[in-house]
């Protein structure tokens, strides 16, 4: 409780500096924005918080029954009492739970100095009571009227003291008097029930039907008998013609004084929809892992020689998704998660030229040649922290415009906390529980509910679902769960059963359990002990913006080291790359598991994947050894490269096509002349002459093994490998040109910055030099002046004016007394601010002073001195 002594504050200025700096603290860290920049003074700050935008921001984070709270008092009188408050909140029957919740609401409201004021004398800040008050174009939440005094401003004296005689109450001299005897009735449970029990039946169901909201009915110029009763005895007021009103009092004495239909003085719990075992959720969720590996580096393989144009407005087009969903075979909402994906991590941009397109970067590279687990830590961490929505894909933006893949416009800034919050919410989950979407989306609505025009579009209840079906694709999360590796991800260790270390933390090692998982650990589990306070006089706890329970956002550092536990904890449940396949004398080869990459590198070249899943199978065929043939392999090189790396014989028939190929390749030459071909049998030249399939390559015979043809040597190298020939390309010197896919890559890329959701939190370092200048700027504003005859008196707020001999002389007089002053300074950009300073040293035109606002000693410019002036002898 405040202390008796201490008068009560006037204003939140005043308020805010009755705190201590811990409670200064707690404001700033949940408000960021009030410090950004740093207020020269509290006033500054107080007027900064009663700002419509930063009151709006602030209201938006607050919980259920915290706006419901504010709510309340914005109804209530001003200023209201705790018992008043808790009347509207819990009503005239009472709520144990509502009264042992209110305490910490009014708490959170006081701290984010949204309310201030002790408990006898509550106040709302009056840009909150604006923006909650009900109003004809605004109707409050509460589903409340304005009040009699408010409702009855325009009606005549007269009526009003027919309206208090119809309702049984004495005449009297004005109409202020009679509006405030009427307010009195309403407010009287006993006096009101009587006047009531004579109401008819029908007058009572109109009542009924405006008492939780909207207030406001339409009405004739000759009303119902059942509406006359009610206007001539004030229980419904007239606002405007044709429209009448149920008055605030009238409706919380029907309501029994609550506020509010149903409050939420506690959160909805996360149900659980179904059990699974851990190590069925971990396998799970490491094969989905592994899956969301191949599935990434086959997109960029895909692109690797060059991927889609990047449209001129930016993005990927629809004809492009499309492609990329069928080489991926998955849909093209996952196909453009995937892409988005790969962009947030960094591994795929435009390549910035004419032409632009997209291509893998040189980070890709990189990330190939680490390992399965850290690949995947990289990609879930991107995931984690990216701003940007695949979900918003194909939707519309502000202007209408098809929003497309790696598009401008995907930004979510709340995207990172949803994400974040949804796995911290099944992290509180059994371990191996899945949750029910709607418990998920019910929990995030209480957290943050939504208010205005939030409620048509409900982006979080969205993101929350895309979090819950994309955490599955990544393997986040296994059959719903979230996995060991997922919890690792988050920061939070694995639960433990009752003394017992499981396998998953052997294999993790003591980082899985070390002193940033725990301490995030602490803020998700750790629940006040003893009973909730109860009364206004109990301390409030001290309360956060962040939802209970839910652990502070990780810092970089905090999430590499939280990256590299889950990597550890996933290497072990990711198959083990083979050096081996099996081939069959179908022309197949089967490769059981992940490959290592050199071998699958070249399986790419000789052999075409035929078929995807737990086992690829690929496919021997003329052309594809042919490919491998052109990539500068001989022969010899195949044969080798297979009984290498088959677990079975080479098939007959597989030695056979490699043979044949290799025996046709290269017998025809074609180079650039425009082009013509060159053989040392002049059949097969013949031949070719006479099939009418070369007609289009306009070809004519120059020497008995040498045709010319009318294409380039691309075009004629395609025409013949179509007619079913094996030619090979050659360069001016004669020697066989070997052809090899180049890979594209951009320049050196950075991935994508997340855009942030207002000011970042400050840290503790940020804070307590904010609360320093602004204690110190207070005190410059605040602290009385010596007056001066020479001078014009100076008020708070605004800097001393004094000629520049009057500042040199008073500066050196401090230097000998040891007087403190107070300045006022501009600095190099113009910004003018006060200080308070005690001058140690003046010469060549500065002064250095020990200075009370930065807490260290400075030099300042005198010419930059607006002025000074001495504070008064009680205050130095």
């Known amino acids: 409780m405040s202390d008796p002594a201490t008068p009560p504050p006037r204003s939140l200025a005043e308020a805010l500096r009755a705190r201590d700096d811990a409670s200064l603290a707690v404001l700033l860290r949940s408000r960021p924005d009030l410090i950004t920049p740093v207020p020269t003074d509290l006033t500054q700050l107080a007027t900064r918080a009663g700002t419509r935008a930063s009151v709006v921001r602030a209201l938006e984070r607050l919980d259920r029954f915290a706006l419901q709270t504010a709510e309340a008092l914005a109804v209530a009188a001003d200023p209201a009492t705790y018992d008043e408050l808790l009347g509207l909140m819990a009503g005239d029957e009472g709520d144990p739970a509502v009264a042992g919740a209110l305490p910490h609401a009014l708490g ?57 005689t119809a309702a049984g109450l004495p005449s009297t001299h004005d109409a202020v008097s009679a509006v405030s005897s009427l307010t009195s009735l309403f407010t009287d449970r006993r006096r009101m029930a009587a006047l009531l029990a004579d109401a008819p039946e029908e007058s009572r169901e109109v009542m009924s039907r405006l008492v939780w909201g909207p207030p406001y009915g339409q009405v004739t110029a000759d009303p119902a008998a059942r509406l006359r009763w009610l206007l001539d005895r004030g229980l419904l007021l007239p606002t405007a013609p044709g429209t009448v009103v149920l008055p605030r009092e009238v409706a919380l004495h029907l309501r029994a004084g609550r506020a509010h239909r149903a409050t939420e003085p506690l959160p909805p719990p996360v149900e659980p929809a179904g059990p699974h075992r851990p190590q069925v959720v971990d396998a799970t969720a490491a094969g989905q892992a592994y899956t969301a590996l191949a599935t990434v580096e086959e ?21 492009d998704l499309k492609r990329t969903a069928v080489a991926l075979d998955v849909s093209e909402p996952i196909a453009a998660f995937w892409v988005e994906l790969a962009y947030a991590a960094g591994l795929l941009a435009s390549d910035g030229e004419a032409d632009e397109r997209y291509a893998a970067t040189p980070a890709h590279d990189e990330w190939l040649e680490q390992p399965a687990a850290e690949r995947w830590a990289r990609l879930a961490e991107a995931w984690l922290t990216a701003t940007r929505t695949a979900g918003l894909i194909g939707g519309r933006d502000a202007k209408d415009r098809t929003l497309s893949a790696l598009g401008p416009g995907l930004d979510r800034s ?3 906390e949803v994400r974040h919050r949804v796995l911290t919410l099944l992290a509180g989950l059994p371990e191996g529980a899945s949750p029910s979407a709607e418990s998920v989306l019910a929990r995030l609505r209480w957290e943050r509910p939504l208010r205005g025009p939030q409620r048509e579009d409900d982006l979080r209840g969205r993101l929350a679902r895309w979090t819950l079906n994309e955490a599955e694709l990544l393997g986040v999360t296994g059959r719903g769960a ?10 939070a260790p694995a639960p433990k059963s009752a003394g017992k270390q499981t396998d998953r933390d052997r294999a993790a090692g003591p980082s899985a359990t070390g002193p940033s998982a725990t301490a995030h650990d602490a803020a998700l ?3 006040p002990s003893g009973p909730p306070p109860t009364g206004p006089g109990d301390k409030l706890p001290v309360h956060h913006e962040r939802p209970a329970g839910a652990p502070e956002p990780l810092t970089p550092a905090e999430q590499a080291v939280a990256s590299a536990t889950a990597a550890r904890l996933l290497a072990p449940l990711l198959p083990e790359p083979l050096d081996h396949v099996l081939l069959q004398a179908d022309l197949t080869a089967v490769a059981p598991g992940p490959l290592r990459r050199p071998l699958a590198a070249m399986l790419d070249v000789l052999a075409d994947v035929e078929s995807k899943g737990g086992a690829t199978v690929y496919r021997f065929t003329p052309g594809s050894v042919r490919r491998a043939l052109d990539a500068g392999r001989s022969a010899s090189d195949l044969h080798a490269f297979l009984a290498e790396h088959a677990r079975t014989p080479v098939p007959q028939p597989l030695a056979y096509l490699i043979d044949d190929v290799a025996r046709r390749h290269g017998h025809l030459r074609v180079g650039a002349a425009s082009a013509y071909v060159r053989c040392d049998d002049d059949a097969v030249l013949n031949e070719i002459l006479a099939d009418k399939r070369a007609a289009g390559l306009r070809l004519r015979r120059l020497a008995p093994t040498v045709l010319a043809a009318q294409v380039d040597p691309a075009g004629l190298l395609d025409g013949l490998r179509a007619m079913g020939f094996a030619p090979a390309a050659e360069s001016a010197e004669g020697d066989v040109v070997i052809t090899r896919a180049d890979a594209h890559r951009t320049p050196p890329r950075t991935a994508p910055e997340p855009v942030p959701d207002g000011p970042p939190t400050p840290d503790a370092t940020l804070l307590a030099a904010a609360i320093r200048a602004i204690r110190a700027g207070d005190l410059a504003s605040t602290t009385p002046r010596k007056p001066s005859a020479d001078t014009a008196p100076v008020t708070g707020g605004r800097l001393p004016r004094t000629t520049s001999a009057e500042t040199l002389a008073t500066m050196q007089a401090a230097v000998l007394t040891g007087a403190t002053l107070w300045i006022g300074y501009v600095n190099a950009e113009g910004a003018a601010s006060q200080r308070v300073i005690a001058p140690v040293r003046v010469e060549g035109g500065f002064v250095t002073a020990y200075d009370h606002t930065a807490d260290e000693v400075r030099t300042y410019p005198l010419h930059r001195i607006t002025g000074v002036a001495e504070l008064a002898d009680d205050q130095i």
């Open 108 to 164: 959170t409201l006081r701290e984010q100095a949204l309310v201030w004021g002790a408990d006898d004398r509550l106040r709302l800040v009056r840009t909150a009571r604006e923006l909650l008050a009900p109003s004809p174009q605004h109707p409050s939440p509460t589903g409340l009227g304005p009040t009699v005094q408010e409702a009855a401003a325009g009606i005549s004296p007269g009526r009003i003291q027919e309206i208090v």
């Open 299 to 319: 997109l960029l393989k895909d692109w690797d020689e060059g991927g889609p144009a990047v449209l001129r407005a930016g993005g990927l087009s629809v004809r």
């Open 414 to 416: 709340a995207a990172p």
């Open 482 to 491: 979230l996995s060991a590796h997922g919890r690792a991800l988050l920061g």
């Open 525 to 527: 589990t750790a629940a």
